[in-house]
Structures are given as structure tokens and as C-alpha cells.
């Protein structure tokens, strides 16, 4: 199973980014969503598609339909830059994450 | 608190041997799958397989199938990857993570702080 990330997303600090996560009716699976900052361990910021984790601002959002899974940041701070991943788990293919989106602050 | 932490960094020789660690605490150590995830400098996570704490049973990604092992000591709650034979190119960083749930299907959390290895001639 294969997930598909743009490779960068660009936005300017107090606006929406929006990165989305693509694979063959990912609709019917749980998707999950980590942050990863530059030299630190990734860390979850949404789970089962929309649910955020204690701790985890409401900035951040997710959803899943048809083919695409999209998590969305909210009023973007500089310090959200990072790399983001979706992951799912698949029965064929087990875990799968994808190849990740570098978001960019401007 | 649920904690996993990981073994210091690691530099080595092509063709030497190597075990990296990864010691949980704050939870029941047998009731997770603990994970293993590489990320080479630059690139993306790469699940590399699981292991079972309850019955040491394992699934390994068929692309590091035959090139690592997983372990684990349930005395010390601390689970283990290793290399035989290192080659450069496992050159990167592996993190050790918990899923959410027992099933082991699920999200990942939390992360081990990674741990380094280098292999260089």
C-alpha cells in the first residue's frame, strides 16, 4: 500500500495550510498524522483520521475521504514548521508511512 | 508516564556487529508490539517491523527481512535490533515506538529519542 505526500507546502504565519495524504480508498482506513521539528523524534498530532491527542493544540485538524486524507493547521504559527507523515496500517502491507510534506513557514 | 528510551549513538565499520536498545516504562511492558522505524539523514520514516513482547513473535518489513533481528529481554523491559553484518548504507537514525493500542494496528506513541549509528570505513 502506498501513501502520497507533496513533497513541500509553503504559508504565511496566521493562515490555513492544508497537507494532504493520497491512497486507493485511504477513506476506509485510520489515517494518523506526526509532527517531526528538525533533530527531534516524531510526534503524533492527530489520530484516527480527526482525534488530536492531550496537549495538541485544536489548531490542528484532520479528515479522510475517497482517496485523500488531509490534515489541516489553523492560524499557522512559525513554530509549527516541521516535517509532517500520514500513516496508516494496512492488512497487506502492515504499517505505511508516507514519504512526508516539509511545511513551511514563510 | 509512558517512556521508551533509546541507546546512546553508535559508530562502526562495514561488516562489524552491532544491538541498539530500547527500554520501556509507565506501561505493561508485554501488553504492546514495540516498533522499529528508520530514517536516514534527510529522508523519510521507513517502518521496519515489530516485535511482540507477550510471545516474541515477530514481522519484519520484506525490505530489512534477513538484514536485522529484533529482541527483546522482558526482564528488563527492553526491547533490541541488531545487525550482523553492517553495511554503510544502515547508516541512519532508528527509533524505537509503542502503538496505541494492544493490537498493534494502530497510531504510534510514544517515540523513543532515536538512536544514531554511522558506519563508515
Known amino acids: 500500500y502506498v501513501l502520497s505526500q507533496p513533497p513541500s507546502v509553503s504559508v504565511a504565519p496566521g493562515q490555513t495550510a492544508r497537507m494532504t495524504c493520497g491512497g486507493n480508498?485511504?477513506?476506509?482506513?485510520?489515517v494518523h498524522w506526526y509532527q517531526q521539528k528538525a533533530g527531534q523524534s516524531p510526534v503524533l498530532v492527530v489520530y484516527d483520521d480527526s482525534d488530536r491527542p492531550s496537549g495538541i493544540p485544536e489548531r490542528f485538524s484532520g479528515s479522510n475521504s475517497g482517496n485523500t486524507a488531509t490534515l489541516t493547521i489553523s492560524r499557522v504559527e512559525v513554530g509549527d514548521e516541521a516535517d509532517y507523515y500520514c500513516?496508516?496500517?494496512?492488512?497487506?502491507?502492515?504499517?505505511?508511512f508516507g514519504g512526508g510534506t516539509k511545511l513551511t513557514v514563510l | 508516564e509512558v517512556q521508551l528510551v533509546q541507546s546512546g549513538p553508535e559508530v562502526k565499520k562495514p561488516g562489524e556487529s552491532l544491538r541498539i536498545s530500547c527500554k520501556g516504562s509507565g506501561y505493561r511492558f508485554t501488553s504492546y508490539w514495540i516498533t522499529w522505524v528508520r530514517q536516514v539523514p534527510g529522508k523519510g520514516l521507513e517502518w521496519m517491523g515489530k516485535i511482540n513482547p507477550s510471545d516474541f513473535s515477530t514481522k519484519y518489513s520484506p525490505s530489512f527481512q534477513g538484514h536485522v533481528v529484533m529482541s527483546l529481554d522482558k526482564s528488563l523491559n527492553t526491547a533490541y535490533l541488531q545487525w550482523s553484518s553492517l553495511k554503510s548504507s544502515d547508516s541512519a537514525v532508528y527509533y524505537c515506538t509503542r502503538p496505541g493500542d494492544t493490537d498493534g494496528r494502530g497510531w504510534f506513541d510514544p517515540w523513543g529519542q532515536g538512536s544514531l549509528v554511522n558506519v563508515s570505513p
Open positions: 480508498n485511504i477513506g476506509s482506513k485510520s
Open positions: 500513516q496508516v496500517w494496512d492488512i497487506s502491507s502492515d504499517q505505511v
